[in-house]
T-cell receptor, first 115, second 113 residues
Framework: DAGVTQSPTHLIKTRGQQVTLRCSPK?????VSWYQQALGQGPQFIFQ???????QRGNFPDRFSGHQFPNYSSELNVNALLLGDSALYLC??????????????FGPGTRLLVL | GNSVTQMEGPVTLSEEAFLTINCTYT??????LFWYVQYPGEGLQLLLK?????DKGSNKGFEATYRKETTSFHLEKGSVQVSDSAVYFC????????????FGKGTKLSVIP
C-alpha cells in the first residue's frame, strides 16, 4: 500500500519565479492538506483540499494556491517566490471526514530553496 | 486559539535511558492529540495518537496519555535506542470547526551509545 508521495524531492528557484509541487494521497484517502515547515520549526498549515475545493486556509498570502484533481491528487503553486519561501513543503492526506477531523498522514516532503 | 507547547530541546540521553518529552495544549472542546516523529531529512511519521480523555496511545515502545485535567500529552519511553534519535512533534486537531493540525515547535532527541 503506497503512502503519500510527493514530487519533486528537491527544487531550487530564484526570487520572483513560480513553482508547482505535487502530491498523491495514500490509497483510500480523499483529503489533502499542505504544510510549510521552515528550518527548525514545526509545520504551519497552508490549506486543505476536499472534493476539489479549498476547504480551509491558514495564514498564508494569495501567492499560495492549490488544486485538487478528480483522482484526489493535489498541486501547490507558489507565485512570485521570496527568499522566505525556502522551506520543506509537506503534503498530508486523510480519509473521508466522518464528522470530525481525521488523522493526517504525511509524505516525505519537497525541499524548496529560493535564491 | 489553539496552541501546543512542548519542552525545549535538544535532549541528549544515553542508550537505555528513560525518555519524557512534555507537551501541553490549549484548545476548546476535546481535540485529538498526536505525536509525530521526523527523522533527519525525512517527512513526518505518525507515532501515536489519542482521541479522547484518558486514552493512551502507544507504538514502538512509546506511550502518551491524554490528560484533560492537566491539558497534557507527555511522550514517554522506558528505554531509548540510538535509532530513536529524531525530532518529535506534538500536535492537536480540534474537535470541530477546523481541519488544521497545530504543531509544537519540536523537540530534538539525540541518543548516544
Amino acid at each position: 500500500d503506497a503512502g503519500v508521495t510527493q514530487s519533486p524531492t528537491h527544487l531550487i528557484k530564484t526570487r520572483g519565479q513560480q513553482v508547482t509541487l505535487r502530491c498523491s494521497p495514500k490509497s483510500g484517502h480523499d483529503t489533502v492538506s499542505w504544510y510549510q515547515q521552515a528550518l527548525g520549526q514545526g509545520p504551519q498549515f497552508i490549506f486543505q483540499y476536499y472534493e476539489e475545493e479549498e476547504r480551509q486556509r491558514g495564514n498564508f498570502p494569495d501567492r499560495f494556491s492549490g488544486h485538487q484533481f478528480p483522482n484526489y491528487s493535489s498541486e501547490l503553486n507558489v507565485n512570485a517566490l521570496l527568499l522566505g519561501d525556502s522551506a520543506l513543503y509537506l503534503c498530508a492526506s486523510s480519509p473521508r471526514d466522518r464528522g470530525r477531523g481525521e488523522t493526517q498522514y504525511f509524505g516525505p516532503g519537497t525541499r524548496l530553496l529560493v535564491l | 486559539g489553539n496552541s501546543v507547547t512542548q519542552m525545549e530541546g535538544p535532549v541528549t540521553l544515553s542508550e537505555e535511558a528513560f525518555l519524557t518529552i512534555n507537551c501541553t495544549y490549549t484548545a476548546t472542546g476535546y481535540p485529538s492529540l498526536f505525536w509525530y516523529v521526523q527523522y533527519p531529512g525525512e517527512g513526518l511519521q505518525l507515532l501515536l495518537k489519542a482521541t479522547k480523555a484518558d486514552d493512551k496511545g502507544s507504538n514502538k515502545g512509546f506511550e502518551a496519555t491524554y490528560r484533560k485535567e492537566t491539558t497534557s500529552f507527555h511522550l514517554e519511553k522506558g528505554s531509548v535506542q540510538v535509532s530513536d534519535s529524531a525530532v518529535y512533534f506534538c500536535a492537536l486537531l480540534p474537535w470541530a470547526g477546523s481541519y488544521q493540525l497545530t504543531f509544537g515547535k519540536g523537540t530534538k532527541l539525540s541518543v548516544i551509545p
